[in-house]
């Protein structure tokens, strides 16, 4: 008890000199005894030597390096056509990574490895915290103008966006609702852009 006790308090941790609303310390309280257990259901699974290296893999380019090739080819592929959707996803990643520090550190929720110590992480965190997921917000903010412009891609590119959500999971960073928010926040700010953009 007292164990939960220190970590709701660190929960309550002071972002710009104000503390975080308790009721969203609470709010994640309740929402780790349902998530963890998917999460350890994932890492379990990702202890099997290939289940692990997909998800190494797919952690590694989801990094960065998926989407600079990925648009690269498609660019390359559309030739001049396809600027305008090039350009409107970097202005939404570029809008989404402009917000996303300031949102992660007020959330300043802890990576479900920093809360069970059976979890095993694959590789090194990019930043501290673990809502919103930035490697879904950015596959979000990316893939939005993509569709919105190609609509025969939009299965692969949701397929995608789960592919890298799952790998998150399996690599113990995030919870559940972690990826939904920043599946959700990639979304809100790529929609106005492309709809301003590309219509």
Request: proline share 6%; net charge positive.
């Amino acid at each position: 008890m007292d164990h939960e006790l220190g970590l709701a308090e660190r929960l309550t941790a002071h972002v710009s000199g104000k503390a975080r609303p308790f009721r969203l310390a609470e709010v994640f309280e309740r929402l780790h005894e349902y998530e963890i257990a998917i999460v350890r259901r994932q890492a379990e699974a990702a202890r099997r030597p290939t289940i692990r290296t997909v998800a190494v893999v797919v952690n590694w380019l989801s990094n960065g390096w998926l989407f600079l090739f990925g648009g690269l080819a498609l660019w390359g592929y559309l030739g001049r056509n396809g600027l305008p959707m090039v350009l409107a996803a970097l202005l939404s990643l570029g809008i989404a990574h402009a917000l996303y520090p300031w949102v992660k550190s007020y959330m300043a929720r802890l990576r479900p490895m920093d809360r069970d110590g059976a979890l095993e992480s694959l590789l090194k965190p990019l930043d501290r915290y673990s809502c919103p997921s930035g490697h879904c917000m950015t596959a979000a903010a990316l893939s939005l103008p993509i569709g919105f412009v190609m609509p025969g891609f939009a299965p692969a590119l949701v397929a995608l966006l789960v592919l890298i959500g799952w790998a998150r999971l399996a690599a113990a960073h995030h919870y559940p609702s972690d990826l939904v928010l920043g599946t959700l926040m990639g979304y809100g700010v790529a929609w106005p852009v492309s709809q301003l953009c590309l219509r």
